[in-house]
C-alpha cells in the first residue's frame, strides 16, 4: 500500500509504545545517556517546538528527541540549551539519524547553534523515492506498519514548566516509530537511496 485516505486513518489501531522514556531536563543526568546513544548506528530524530499562533511570533525549538531501540531520550533544550554532546551526535557520519521530514527540525536547531548535520535520512524522501502517494508520520507507520499514531499533541505547549505524560509518550512515539518505519522499507525491499 503506497496510499491512505484521511478518511482512512482512524480505521487503524493506535500504536502502543512500551519502551523507557528518559527526561533530561537538567544537566546531571546528560552523561548517562549519551553512553548508549553513541553505542547505537541507527537513532530516531524529532523535535518539538511551540506552536505560535499570532502572525510574526516564532519560537525555538523547546525538545529533542532522540531514540535508541526502545529507549527514547527527552532533551528539554529549554532548559538546558542545545548542548555539544547533542551536536557531536547530529555531526556524527557514522551515525545514521532517521526522522520525518526533517529539514524543518534542523533549521529550528541551527537557528540555536551553528553545526554541520551528517547522515540524517528524511522518511518522507525515501517514500517519495519509492512512489508513494502518502507521506507524513501517521500514514507511514500506516502504510508500513498497520498502526496509527496520534498527533493531538502536536501543537501543545512544549514550554510548559512540566511537560504532561501524553506529551512525553507523544514526543517519545514521533523519535521511536522512525527507524520501526525505516526496518518496514528495509523488509519489504523498498529502495533506501
Known amino acids: 500500500m503506497k496510499f491512505v485516505s484521511k478518511e482512512d486513518v482512524h480505521k487503524y489501531p493506535l500504536i ?6 528518559h527526561l533530561i531536563d537538567n544537566l546531571k543526568d546528560v552523561s548517562q ?33 532522540l531514540s535508541v531501540d526502545n529507549d527514547v531520550y527527552l532533551f528539554r533544550i529549554n532548559k538546558i540549551g542545545l548542548l555539544q ?8 557520519p557514522d551515525l545514521v539519524k532517521v526522522g520525518i521530514d526533517i529539514k524543518n527540525d534542523l533549521l529550528g536547531l541551527q537557528k540555536i547553534k ?30 508500513l506498519l498497520g498502526y496509527r ?30 527507524p520501526k518505519i525505516l526496518d518496514a522499507f528495509k523488509h519489504k525491499n523498498y529502495l533506501l537511496s
Open 85 to 92: 554532546e547533542l551536536i557531536d551526535v547530529f555531526n556524527n
Open 149 to 178: 499514531i496520534s498527533k493531538k499533541q502536536r501543537l501543545s505547549d512544549w514550554n510548559l514548566d512540566i511537560l504532561t505524560e501524553q506529551q512525553k509518550n507523544y514526543a517519545a512515539i514521533d523519535a521511536w516509530i522512525c
Open 16 to 21: 502502543d509504545f512500551n519502551g523507557t522514556i
Open 33 to 65: 545517556c549519551f553512553k548508549k546513544i553513541s553505542k547505537a548506528s541507527i537513532i530516531g530524530f524529532d523535535t518539538e517546538t511551540k506552536p505560535s499562533f499570532k502572525r510574526g511570533v516564532h519560537y525555538d525549538v523547546s525538545l529533542v528527541q
Open 114 to 143: 551553528k553545526f554541520n548535520p551528517l547522515n540524517f535520512l528524511d522518511l518522507n524522501q525515501l517514500a517519495k523515492k519509492n512512489n508513494f502517494q502518502s507521506i507524513g508520520a501517521v500514514k507511514l507507520t500506516i502504510m
